[in-house]
T-cell receptor, first 109, second 116 residues
């Protein structure tokens, strides 16, 4: 699986957009980009995934660069409940889903 | 309610004990997973079951023994563990392979295991 690189931590003001970057420069053509998050004391939660097109759902937007070497997860209006560790994963499928250290996002009032 | 229930939430066991972790999913999924999350380390995929068949075993020591009697239940049997096995053990489920549309992993809230 492609290795991903994310910043260790980020802060965001409540109500503002949170933009979480991820580098996956060795991603192969058939690997998707997945985002999960883990709120303290809970299991990880799926957010969104994509292959090469930008994606949007009720939780977030995913912007993937044209060369697919990086992506950005956007939480359009961050709330305090969005404070969590966010994981970016490049993988073929769930059988190879390898979580890294992620980005610890802190949303501040 | 996550749809994936893990019991117990907390477990303390000695190195000579035998215990089991239980996971049950109510989502109609056919793939189930065990992950280990140690302090300050990323989640590690341990085992994968698709349609009750084990398809992945990521070099996990034999003191961890999984069992999947049906698509809704998954167990992790523990024996002669070491203190370094203390961690959060997470169970997940998904719709499995070959479905065309991606089925996200649904995680339980884990069992916090302490080995003394």
């Amino acid at each position: 699986d492609a290795k991903t690189t994310q910043p260790t931590s980020m802060d965001c003001a409540e109500g503002r957009a949170a933009n979480l970057p991820c580098n996956h420069s060795t991603i192969s053509g058939n690997e998707y980009v997945y985002w999960y998050r883990q709120i303290h004391s809970q299991g990880p939660q799926y957010i969104i995934h994509g292959l090469k097109n930008n994606e949007t759902n009720e939780m977030a937007s995913l912007i993937i660069t044209e060369d697919r070497k990086s992506s950005t997860l956007i939480l359009p209006h961050a709330t305090l409940r969005d404070t969590a560790v966010y994981y970016c994963i490049a993988s073929y499928n769930n059988n190879d889903m390898r979580f890294g250290a992620g980005t610890r996002l802190t949303v501040k009032p | 309610e996550t749809g994936v229930t893990q019991t117990p939430r907390h477990l303390v066991m000695g190195m000579t004990n035998k215990k089991s972790l239980k996971c049950e999913q109510h989502l109609g999924h056919n793939a189930m997973y065990w992950y280990k999350q140690s302090a300050k380390k990323p989640l590690e995929l341990m085992f994968v079951y698709n349609f009750k068949e084990q398809t992945e075993n990521n070099s996990v020591p034999s003191r961890f023994s999984p069992e999947c009697p049906n698509s809704s239940h998954l167990f992790l049997h523990l024996h002669t563990l070491q203190p370094e096995d203390s961690a959060l053990y997470l169970c997940a489920s998904s719709q499995g392979k070959g479905q065309g549309v991606y089925s996200p992993l649904h995680f339980g809230n884990g069992t916090r295991l302490t080995v003394t």
